[in-house]
């Protein structure tokens, strides 16, 4: 099986996933699921950084540093907003 | 690090992303969702400096500040947004991500230009990578400057706009090809300034109430363009990461247009096509009747069943602790009160029932849209605080409106309806409502939050 085949494997198993954790949400907790997907997408920090790494010239250098800036704004904001957001749901019990 | 100890601790990074978008989708699990969410990412970005493919560690130290100042100016951000402005916060830091991810799928094409080791498929994934993430920046920050009302909220229109944006689209997909083929410097820059450009002109038709769905379309954007650049990267955590993000912001999307009405074509496309404030010619000068606090309480008083519709002037306002001390004193009197929640009230699906959470309104009077409507023709009165389109019968009665088809909370059918508006101003979506006419209905003008502080008082004094 070529390196492509397992790739594309994980991606369409990924989508599928995807689709089904979604699937059944109420529309009270919309707003902190999209918060959160979107922290989750934070996570190009990790390839931010991966690339800086191995950086060796001024231009990719400034780039990835400025990558990395960005991703961790997504990333760290994103988490501890949504927490915020959620914070408000506290010991609600909710029925839904 | 060795080679599969790094592969399976990417691997529970993943697993830790899963449980984290699953605990999201219940209120009792959604919490600690999002702390694992925060752990596992936590975790990824520790454990890259130990990627074994990485034998010399380049900008170490440059890498750690820009951690730390991407976390002096995130945190901060994320702790003093005021809830209100919630909505605009997630799309800037959407549209960071999206930018963040076209840079580094640019790092590696410019680091792989210099060995000429680049295969096809990457330097497409490269070009899907540059042009959505840049999309989805723009996008975002015209998102933004629209929800923080630094430019106008109505859609953008301008003569043969429609073929601006078709040539910088073609402009886009043709400079894609080009780096493809050609593989320079020079077409990447000028494919990523397009694309720039397209995700301005992409966001500046869309008006209003339909500003939230782009803000999640645009979030599936940047999962997607992660997956990309993880395929760029090889690098199978984001590849899943990204996935899942694209996957559940598609689903999540399509719930959120689902709930508006319309199709997610229509929501994009709509403003070319919509003839702008379809219902204004009638709204000249016509009699509304406006009260004043003690005849709003009155009302209130002597009804038996209270709707509260809130709406994104109850966010403005930050009235929804008021809202609630006005709810208990009229429960207290006896009468029955529930809160009707239209799914797209405020500028985000959801954004009532945060609101309403953070004043402790107790969730069981929190009644949604398809449940709350049987029970508009036995309620009294319905108290409609700071919403205005989803409540106005335009998106039953006008086609071609901009709001048509959207489901709406039937508020007419009640006996007496109550506006709490700032102005007579039209909504968000920028659409005179007929329901601000009629006979059976009372405006109380002013901030929602006086207003409803004065009717509360007034109803004490009853």
């Known amino acids: ?96 | 690090m060795n080679n599969n100890l790094y592969a399976l601790i990417g691997l529970a990074v993943a697993v830790s992303f899963i449980m984290a978008l699953k605990g999201l989708s219940a209120p009792k699990t959604a919490r600690r969702g999002n702390l694992i969410g925060a752990a596992g990412a936590t975790l990824a970005t520790i454990v890259v400096f130990f990627d074994p493919a990485q034998k010399v560690h380049h900008n170490t130290f440059l890498i750690l500040g820009a951690i730390a100042f991407g976390v002096i100016v995130g945190v901060p951000a994320a702790r003093r947004i005021q809830m209100t402005q919630m909505p605009q916060l997630v799309a800037l830091f959407n549209g960071v991500g999206g930018g963040a991810a076209a840079l580094v799928s640019i790092v590696e094409y410019l680091s792989l230009s210099n060995n000429s080791a680049r295969d096809t498929a990457s330097t497409i994934a490269t070009v899907f990578t540059v042009v959505v993430g840049s999309v989805s920046f723009s996008g975002s920050v015209i998102t933004f400057l629209k929800l923080q009302e630094i430019m106008t909220t109505r859609p953008v229109v301008f003569p043969g706009g429609r073929f601006v944006i078709a040539a910088t689209l073609v402009g886009v997909l043709g400079t894609g090809v080009w780096v493809v083929n050609s593989g320079g410097n020079t077409p990447l820059a000028i494919m990523g300034v397009l694309s720039l450009l397209f995700g301005v002109l992409f966001v500046l038709p869309v008006g209003g109430a339909d500003v939230p769905i782009v803000i999640s379309l645009l979030n599936a954007f940047t999962g997607l363009t992660v997956a990309a650049g993880g395929y760029v990267l090889d690098s199978t955590l984001l590849i899943v990461a990204g996935t899942l993000v694209g996957a559940s912001g598609t689903i999540l999307t399509r719930l959120m247009a689902a709930a508006m009405g319309r199709s997610l074509f229509g929501t994009l496309f709509g403003a070319f096509t919509a003839k702008p404030q379809a219902a204004t010619e009638a709204g000249e000068a016509r009699p509304v009747k406006s009260g004043s606090p003690d005849d709003v309480a009155i009302l209130l008083n002597y009804a038996q069943r209270v709707v509260i519709v809130p709406g994104f002037g109850l966010a403005v306002a930050q009235a929804q602790h008021t809202v609630r001390e006005l709810a208990d004193l009229l429960t207290a009197k006896g009468i029955d009160v529930a809160y009707g929640i239209h799914p797209v009230a405020g500028r985000m699906p959801g954004h009532m029932n945060v609101l309403l959470a953070e004043a402790n309104v107790p969730y069981e009077q929190l009644v949604e849209m398809e449940e709350i409507n049987p029970t508009f023709p036995q309620t009294d009165v319905v108290l409609v605080v700071g919403a205005n389109d989803v409540v106005n019968p335009a998106a039953k009665t006008t086609p071609g409106c901009p709001i048509y088809g959207m489901p709406i909370l039937d508020v007419g059918l009640a006996g007496n309806v109550i506006f709490l508006k700032r102005s007579m101003r039209p909504g968000f979506a920028g659409i005179e409502n007929d329901l601000l006419y009629e006979p059976k209905t009372t405006l109380l003008f002013g901030d929602a939050k006086d207003s409803l502080t004065k009717v509360v008082s007034a109803l004490k004094n009853l």
């Open chain 1, 1 to 96: 099986m070529s390196h492509s085949i397992v790739i594309l494997t994980i991606f369409v198993l990924s989508i599928f996933i995807g689709f089904e954790v979604v699937s059944k949400v109420s529309t009270t907790l919309h707003t902190p699921l999209m918060s959160g997907a979107n922290a989750i997408h934070g996570i190009i920090l990790f390839g931010a950084i991966m690339v800086a790494d191995k950086s060796t010239t001024v231009l990719s250098t400034s780039l990835s540093i400025a990558a990395i800036v960005l991703a961790t704004i997504n990333m760290v904001g994103g988490f501890v907003v949504t927490d915020r957001m959620l914070e408000m749901f506290k010991g609600k019990g909710g029925k839904k």
